[in-house]
């Protein structure tokens, strides 16, 4: 029986234990583990998991795939508190926003008989902690998979079946570009929001102006609700790509304000309203899809197992890659000898 463990049963985690027990997926132990009792107790509520353990060591001593759901920050001493513990062959992965700095430790912590996988399935909600969890969470949304230079095939297909199990669409992307990518979409869209929070609210008319604050205000404030350590260690682990976006975002707001700022003229009525339109169409197509492709086809020349291969290869181990070994050397021994058979006939 395959073992997955989650170490970090907060919202992320407890929703993969959920999701997991919830798949068609048979044979398999989901086991949870967390520092902090209180989210070890949530989880419990939740029913996340078939086991949940205290001890680290417990948890891993069997696992097949272990995910790391932890404030990204944390990993590093989490790496290399369980590096000597991790049962050869298995296979490390995470769910953390940022990805080159926890690709980094897994290179330099984990020890050569794991696999390590980035994973960062791109879903969540501004309320943390395993009592908000939901099997859903990961349905129909793009699972980021990064493999490490040095991760197997099989590994990669591991985590591409585990993502799907789940219910999301694995998408292969470069280190690179995934901290980038999310820094525009997903880290750079939680500074604005903390942004405006701030200056509204440093405001020394904020006991009115909060007062006039209704649906609109809430809405883009809504991500400023969310995680503060969650939110701190992605700024700190992806400072620079953060960094570039909020220029790029000063720019555009700049053009904005030199069309308003105008010396006392009226604004050019025309231009002002081609930003709306033009922000409106390129909002209506995203919502269309019609600049989503589907999940990215994996790198040209690598051959990595389909997702039954994987199925196989995760709930079999490698007994059943033995059996499948020699049942083929069994077949290919039963045509020589018959070929054998025929010629001397």
Request: charged share 25%.
């Amino acid at each position: 029986m395959a073992q997955v463990t989650v170490i970090g049963t907060g919202l992320i985690g407890t929703s993969l234990g959920l999701a997991l027990r919830a798949s068609t997926l048979r044979n398999l132990t989901v086991v949870g583990t967390d520092a902090e009792h209180a989210a070890r107790s949530g989880a419990q509520r939740k029913q996340a998991f078939d086991r949940m353990e205290g001890r680290l060591g417990n948890a891993i001593e069997e696992a097949d795939i272990i995910v790391l759901a932890t404030p990204v920050l944390a990993m590093r001493e989490l790496m290399a508190g369980m590096a000597p513990y991790l049962p050869e062959g298995c296979v490390v992965t995470d769910v953390g926003s940022t990805k080159t700095q926890v690709l980094q430790w897994a290179d330099e912590l984990l020890p050569d008989s794991v696999d390590f996988v980035g994973g960062h399935p791109m879903a969540g909600r501004e309320t943390p902690g395993p009592e908000n969890a939901d099997a859903s969470l990961f349905a129909g949304k793009p699972y980021c998979v990064i493999p490490s230079p040095k991760a197997d095939q099989r590994a990669v297909g591991e985590i591409t079946t585990l993502a799907e199990a789940v219910g999301a669409q694995p998408y292969f992307i470069g280190v690179d570009e995934h901290d980038s990518f999310v820094a525009a979409v997903s880290h750079l869209p939680f500074m604005l929001s903390t942004a405006l929070v701030g200056c509204t609210s440093k405001s020394a008319n904020w006991s009115d102006i909060g007062q006039l604050a209704s649906s609109g205000y809430r809405d883009i404030t809504r991500l400023a609700g969310g995680d503060p350590v969650m939110h701190r260690d992605i700024c700190v682990s992806n400072s620079q790509p953060i960094v570039a976006w909020i220029d790029a975002f000063i720019r555009e707001l700049y053009e904005y304000r030199k069309l308003l700022d105008t010396d006392g003229a009226d604004p050019d009525t025309q231009a002002v309203g081609q930003v709306f339109e033009d922000a409106l169409l390129a909002r209506n197509k995203w919502l269309a899809g019609e600049v989503n492709p589907k999940a990215r086809e994996m790198q040209q020349g690598q051959e990595y197992p389909t997702f039954g291969q994987s199925m196989s290869q995760m709930f079999m181990g490698s007994w059943g890659e033995r059996m499948l070994r020699r049942m083929s050397g069994d077949r290919d021994d039963n045509r020589r000898n018959n070929r054998d058979s025929n010629d001397r006939r």
